[in-house]
């Protein structure tokens, strides 16, 4: 296995979460329900008592269905379609934690969102001569939303800042610095 793909695994891995949870649940599961037919079937054989259903009466049941059998029956496919939709989803659905990895020629460099976001605000708010409380940002993906209350009577030159937070983003990676949105408040605060 070469270096490069041991890498991208390194990153992908940061990046996406395991589904081994779900797949343990759905596992356990499984184990408990074929425990269960397994343990009322050894019962049903021996001769004693079963502990929820013996097989054979469920057998029967399900072929001569009353009412409150068929209740029951409803109410356990409901349960196992919502469970069945959950795990689809899970398993169809690309999961992401709140890192972005980051190309760089030594190794596997992966950045928190959240550092994004605080360097977005810490730049923006440098670019518009706020203080540092002034500022927010949020960071998703690619994109960056910067948020800026400006001091009341010193105006805020909207596009400056956007250089500035695309430039600042940009050193850490050309991808970050692409898709940044600035939002200035209108009612600033007292200095």
Request: net charge positive.
């Amino acid at each position: 296995m070469s270096n490069g793909s041991v890498e991208r695994r390194i990153r992908r891995r940061s990046v996406h979460p395991s589904r081994s949870t779900a797949v343990s649940v759905a596992l356990v599961v499984l184990v408990l329900v074929a425990a269960w037919i397994g343990t009322e079937s050894v019962l049903k054989a021996v001769g004693a008592a079963p502990l929820l259903a013996d097989p054979q009466t469920v057998v029967d049941a399900a072929l001569k269905p009353d009412a409150a059998f068929v209740t029951i029956v409803e109410v356990v496919a409901v349960v196992l379609v919502v469970l069945g939709v959950v795990l689809i989803v899970l398993a169809l659905k690309p999961g992401r934690q709140h890192r972005s990895a980051v190309e760089h020629d030594r190794g596997a460099v992966v950045i928190d969102t959240r550092i994004l976001a605080s360097t977005a605000a810490n730049a923006a708010g440098l670019a518009a001569g706020v203080p540092e409380d002034n500022t927010s940002a949020t960071a998703r993906g690619r994109s960056t939303e910067v948020r800026v209350v400006p001091v009341t009577g010193v105006p805020v030159d909207e596009q400056r800042v956007r250089d500035a937070v695309q430039q600042r983003l940009g050193r850490l990676d050309e991808r970050f610095g692409k898709r940044v949105k600035v939002r200035v408040e209108e009612k600033g605060t007292l200095a």
